[in-house]
C-alpha cells in the first residue's frame, strides 16, 4: 500500500508532475526514433508480432512523471547509476535531488525531471496496473522502476507474448542458447535439404532464400492457363550504380534483366519482346486471358474452378561457396528460374507430408473462422473465402507444413517449460513471414510480412522462405530466435537511448533492475477485476471503438501457440480467442458504437474501484474528430473522473487549428474525484477562454512546441476546468453536456479571443480590482485597455482606478448610442437595460428582441460576479440566484 492514501477532491490531493507538465519534446525525438529501430532501443518489443504498439520511451516517461509526487518519502526512492550500479549522491544526482526535481516541473518547463529518465530509478511501495495491456509495453516499462505491475488482457496471444516478455528479465539466455543447439541438432538439415537449388555457377548446389510462386486460372472463354502476374518483376538488381530490374518472361520462363521494366524489353535467352509492367491482372480484381482477351474476375473464377493453383516459377538464392571463393556479389547472391531440380524438391517434400501423418498433429486443424476481418470485406477489404482458403493450413504449403511441423515437434520435446515457450515465441513469429500470403518486395529485394495490411490479404505472386534460415532473408527462424535471444538479453540488463544535452543520440550502460521482478499477467476479461482502491497508477493504451479486430488477426498466431500451450494454461481450450467479450465495435457480431461506449463505460469504472483516492489513470488515445473528444470526456466524468492534462505524442493539430478532419494520438490524465460544483456556462467559458489564452502564452514563450502540440495541451487545460463541474454546467435553464461544451471549446481554441466583455466580467469576480489585476487580465486576452476606456468600462483618474457600470453617466451614454445603432454588444444590452429598470421603464419590448443565450449568460455572469440579482429579476427570472442556479 501506498504512504498516503488522500481524500478524494482535487483540491486535497497532492498534484503529480504529469498533471502540471510533460516533457513531450524530449519523448517525440526518441519515439520517432525508436518507433523506426525498435530492435536497437528496446529488442524486448521485438520478441513477437502485436499491433499498435506504442513506444516505450513513451510509457517510461509516463511512469517517471506518474508514480512520484512532492510528498514521496526519501526512504521510498533509490537512484543508480546504470553500469556499475553505484548509487548517487557522492558523484551526481541523488534521491533528494530526484524528488526536488519532482517539486521544480511545470507547464513552462517541465524538463528537471527528465534528467532522470537514464537513471536506474528505484520506486517502492507502488503498484500499477494494465487493464488493456496487448503488448505489455505499459508493464514493461513501469517494471523496471521496481514498481510491482498487474495487467490483463481478454486475448491470450497477447497474454503469452506479454508474460514472456515480464519473465525474459529472469531467464538465462546461456539456457535458452543450449536449447536452441538442440532443435538446429534435431532438425535443421532436415528443413534446409528442402531449400537448396542448383548454382547457376558452378558444379554445387546454392541455398534458396525464397521461392516465387504463382496463383494460375484457367480462362472461362477458352481454357487456357493464366498465370496471375500483375507485372513481370522479380525483383531490382543489387550492387549496381543504376539498377535495372530483373524480369520474368512470359514466354519462356527464363529470368532476364531490363534497363526499364515500364517499357518493352527483350528476353535475353529466347529474344521475346515484352512489356514488363503489363502482367494478366488487372485493377479491381480481374485478369485477362492473354489467348483471347477475355476478362474475368479472379474471385468469379475461383468460385467456379476453386482454389487457384500455384506454379513455382523463380527463386533467390545464396550461394555459400561462391561467397568463400570471393566471387562477385552479383554471383554470391541473385536470382534464377525455378529448374526441374526445384520443383522435383518441392514434389519430395510433398510426398513427405502426406506420409509423415505423425507430424500433422504439430499443425492446426481448425477452420478458419468467420468474422469482420476473414469475411466482411467491408471492414477489411478482403475476404479470404472468396479466394478459396477455408482452413488455416490452407495459407500453407505441403513443404511449409512439414518443415513447420518437424520444427513444432522438436520444441515440443525442449524439458524445460520455460524455455519451450521461448523457442515456441520464435516459431510463432517465424509464422508471420513463413506462408503462402506474403509476397516479395520487388524494389526492396525482401518479402514482406502476412500483417503489413492489419488483414488477411491474399496475393496473386506469393513469396515462400527458407524456414530455418540461410544467412541471409528475412523472417527465417535462426532470425526470430535471435530476436527473442536480444529480447531476453535486454531484459536482464536493459538500456535506454536519449539525447544528451549536447543533442547528441546516447545510451546508458546496462541497468542493474531488470524488467519484470514483481509482475504478474492475467489472461481474462478486466471487468471481472474486483479490486478496490488498491492501485496507484493504471497506465494503459485502451481499445479504441474502430479498432482493428485483433482478436481475429491473432488468431492466426493461437491456433499454432495452442498446440503446446492448450493443456498448460487455461484460454488455449478454444477454436479461437474471445470475441463477443471484445470491448470493439464489430459489425459481424452486430456490436455497435453505442455498445463500444457502454462496455468502455463499465470499464472505466472498474478502474475508478481499482484506483486509490489519490491514484492517477494516465492513458494512450487515439480518435479522429470532435464528437470522439466528447464521448471520452462524458464517459470519464460520468464515471467519477475528472481530466487534468492532454499531451500530444504525434498529432496533427494544425489541421484541426485550420477546422480540417484530424487524427490525434494523445496521452490523458485523469484523477478520480466525486463532488462537482455547480456554475454557469457563462462563468465557465469565461475561465475556459483565459485558461487556453494563458495556456497558449506560457507555451509559446517558453517551449519549443509547435501550435499543434500547444493546441492538445491547451484543451487538456480546457479539459481540466470543465471536469470539475461536469454535470452542473448551466446554461440558462438547461444543463450542457461534456459533448456540448466540447464544441464551445473547440471553437475557443480555434477562435482563441477573450475580448473586452470577458475582461470585464473576470474584474467583476476579482477583490477591488485595480490597474494591476486589469493588466494581469489584458496579457491573455485580445482586448485593449484603450477599448475599455472607449467602452466606457473602466477609467483612470488621477492614478485611482475604476470599474464602471450602468450607473456612471459615461457608461449610460455609450450604450444608448450603441442600442440606437443597433451595435450593441450583450454586456451593452445588460447594462441598458438595468438602467431602465432602475429608473422603472418597461424592459419587457426589449428582452423579447433581445431574448436569447448570449443575453442570459451575461445577465447570469454580472449576477454571479456581483452577487446582485436585479440582472435576472430585469429579464424575468424570477427565482434567487442560487435557486437559479441550482434548476
Known amino acids: 500500500m501506498s504512504r498516503n492514501t488522500r481524500n478524494d477532491q482535487s483540491g486535497d490531493r497532492t498534484e503529480l508532475p504529469i498533471e502540471r507538465g510533460f516533457p513531450i519534446e524530449r519523448v517525440n525525438e526518441i519515439a520517432e526514433k525508436e518507433s523506426r529501430a525498435k530492435q536497437h532501443y528496446r529488442p524486448v518489443y521485438t520478441m513477437h508480432k502485436w499491433w499498435a504498439r506504442r513506444p516505450g520511451c513513451l510509457f517510461r516517461a509516463i511512469s517517471l512523471y506518474s508514480l512520484l509526487d512532492e510528498e514521496t518519502d526519501p526512504s521510498e526512492v533509490d537512484v543508480y547509476e546504470p553500469g556499475d550500479n553505484q548509487t548517487l549522491g557522492a558523484n551526481g544526482l541523488s534521491r533528494e535531488d530526484l524528488l526536488r526535481a519532482v517539486s521544480e516541473v511545470d507547464m513552462e518547463d517541465p524538463e528537471s525531471l527528465w534528467e532522470f529518465y537514464p537513471k536506474d530509478v528505484r520506486i517502492d511501495d507502488k503498484k500499477v496496473l494494465d487493464p488493456f495491456m496487448g503488448g505489455g509495453t505499459s508493464l514493461v516499462e513501469a517494471s523496471r522502476f521496481g514498481v510491482e505491475t498487474v495487467g490483463y488482457d481478454l486475448n491470450p496471444v497477447a497474454w503469452f507474448v506479454t508474460k514472456k516478455e515480464l519473465e ?81 518472361c512470359p514466354d519462356c520462363g527464363a529470368v532476364t534483366r531490363t534497363d526499364d521494366w515500364q517499357s518493352e524489353s527483350t528476353c535475353g535467352e529466347c529474344n521475346h519482346n515484352f512489356i514488363p509492367k503489363e502482367g494478366n491482372v488487372s485493377r479491381g480484381g480481374y485478369y485477362n486471358c492473354p489467348e483471347c482477351g477475355q476478362k474475368e474476375s479472379i ?55 502426406v506420409a509423415r501423418t505423425d507430424l500433422h498433429q504439430y499443425v492446426p486443424d481448425e477452420e478458419i473462422p468467420e468474422g469482420s476481418i476473414t469475411a466482411a470485406s467491408s471492414i477489411s477489404g478482403n475476404d479470404v473465402f472468396q479466394h478459396g482458403l477455408e482452413r488455416w493450413t490452407d495459407m ?51 518479402s514482406t510480412n502476412l500483417f503489413k495490411s492489419n488483414s488477411f490479404d491474399p496475393p496473386q505472386v506469393l513469396s515462400e522462405g527458407n524456414l530455418w534460415g540461410t544467412e541471409y532473408g528475412i523472417g527465417r527462424f535462426r532470425s526470430t530466435f535471435e530476436m ?38 492475467h489472461q481474462g476479461d478486466m471487468r471481472q ?14 481499445p479504441y471503438y474502430d479498432n482493428i479486430i485483433y482478436s481475429e488477426l491473432s488468431d492466426y498466431f493461437y491456433v499454432w501457440q495452442k498446440i503446446l500451450l492448450e493443456d498448460v494454461y487455461p484460454g488455449f481450450d478454444r477454436d479461437k480467442t474471445p470475441r463477443a467479450e471484445s470491448i470493439v465495435t464489430n459489425p459481424y457480431l452486430d456490436k455497435s458504437a453505442e455498445d463500444f461506449e457502454h462496455e468502455m463505460g463499465q470499464a472505466l469504472e472498474v478502474i475508478n474501484h481499482a484506483l486509490k483516492d489519490d491514484g492517477v489513470l494516465a492513458f494512450t488515445y487515439h480518435h479522429s474528430d470532435q464528437e470522439s473528444w466528447g464521448e471520452l470526456l462524458e464517459s470519464l466524468c460520468n464515471i467519477g473522473f475528472e481530466v487534468t492534462a492532454t499531451y500530444p505524442i504525434n498529432s496533427d493539430m494544425m489541421k484541426f487549428i485550420g477546422g480540417e478532419s484530424v487524427s490525434f494520438d494523445i496521452v490523458i490524465v485523469a484523477r478520480p474525484t466525486d463532488e462537482r460544483q455547480p456554475i454557469s456556462w457563462n462563468a465557465l467559458r469565461r475561465r475556459i477562454v483565459r485558461t487556453a489564452k494563458e495556456t497558449r502564452e506560457i507555451l509559446e514563450e517558453n517551449r519549443e512546441l509547435k501550435g499543434g502540440d500547444i493546441g492538445v495541451i491547451e484543451m487538456g487545460k480546457c479539459f481540466q476546468e470543465y471536469s470539475k463541474h461536469h454535470g452542473e454546467v448551466r446554461r440558462g435553464q438547461d444543463t450542457m453536456s461534456a459533448k456540448d461544451v466540447v464544441d464551445e471549446i473547440y471553437g475557443i481554441i480555434q477562435d482563441n479571443t477573450r475580448g473586452e466583455q470577458a475582461i470585464y ?25 484603450d477599448q475599455l476606456k472607449e467602452m466606457q468600462l473602466v477609467e483612470m483618474d488621477g492614478g485611482t482606478f475604476s470599474l464602471l457600470d450602468w450607473r456612471n453617466e459615461g457608461r449610460q451614454a455609450y450604450v444608448q448610442d450603441k442600442v440606437e445603432e443597433g451595435d450593441a454588444t450583450p454586456l451593452d444590452k445588460a447594462h441598458f437595460l438595468r438602467y431602465r429598470f432602475e429608473e422603472g421603464k418597461s424592459t419587457s419590448e426589449y ?17 454571479t460576479a456581483t452577487g446582485d440579482e436585479t440582472y435576472l429579476r430585469m429579464i424575468g427570472v424570477d427565482v434567487s440566484l442560487d435557486e437559479y442556479l441550482d434548476q
Open 761 to 785: 466580467l473576470d474584474l467583476l469576480e476579482e477583490y477591488n480590482p485595480g490597474y494591476n489585476d486589469l493588466n494581469k487580465h489584458l496579457r491573455h486576452s485580445d482586448a485593449s485597455e
Open 168 to 248: 525474459a528479465g529472469q531467464t538465462d539466455p546461456e539456457k535458452l542458447q543450449e536449447a536452441f543447439e538442440q532443435v538446429k541438432d534435431d532438425v535443421a538439415d532436415e528443413i534446409t535439404q528442402y531449400y537448396r537449388t542448383p548454382c547457376p555457377n558452378g558444379d554445387h548446389e546454392a541455398d534458396v532464400m525464397y521461392n516465387f510462386w504463382v496463383k494460375e486460372l484457367d480462362c472461362v472463354s477458352c481454357g487456357h492457363t493464366v498465370p496471375l502476374f500483375k507485372d513481370y518483376r522479380v525483383a531490382k538488381e543489387r550492387y549496381v550504380d543504376d539498377p535495372g530490374y530483373n524480369v520474368f
Open 484 to 521: 527473442v535471444l536480444k529480447g531476453v538479453k535486454y531484459a536482464r540488463a536493459p538500456t535506454d537511448r536519449y539525447f544528451d544535452q549536447s543533442g547528441e543520440r546516447a545510451e546508458t550502460p546496462a541497468f542493474a533492475q531488470p524488467i519484470g521482478e514483481d509482475s504478474t499477467v
Open 529 to 542: 477485476i474486483d479490486a478496490e482502491n488498491e492501485y496507484d497508477a493504471v497506465i494503459t493504451d485502451p
Open 396 to 446: 500453407f504449403n505441403e513443404r511449409q507444413l512439414l518443415c513447420l511441423g518437424k520444427l513444432l515437434e522438436s520444441i515440443s520435446e525442449i524439458p524445460s517449460q520455460n524455455t519451450k515457450e521461448y523457442l515456441l515465441l520464435a516459431f510463432s513469429e517465424a509464422l508471420n513471414f513463413n506462408n503462402m500470403m506474403v509476397p516479395y518486395q520487388a524494389a526492396r529485394n525482401h
Open 299 to 353: 474471385t468469379n473464377a475461383i468460385a467456379e474452378q476453386g482454389k487457384a493453383n500455384t506454379r513455382l516459377y523463380a527463386l533467390e538464392y545464396y550461394c555459400p561457396d561462391c561467397d568463400k571463393e570471393g566471387r562477385e556479389k552479383n554471383d554470391i547472391k541473385g536470382y534464377k528460374q525455378a529448374e526441374p531440380e526445384d520443383k522435383n524438391l518441392f514434389e519430395q517434400a510433398k510426398s513427405e507430408w
Open 847 to 863: 428582452v423579447g428582441r433581445w431574448s436569447g443565450d448570449d443575453l442570459s449568460d451575461v445577465c447570469e455572469g454580472l449576477a
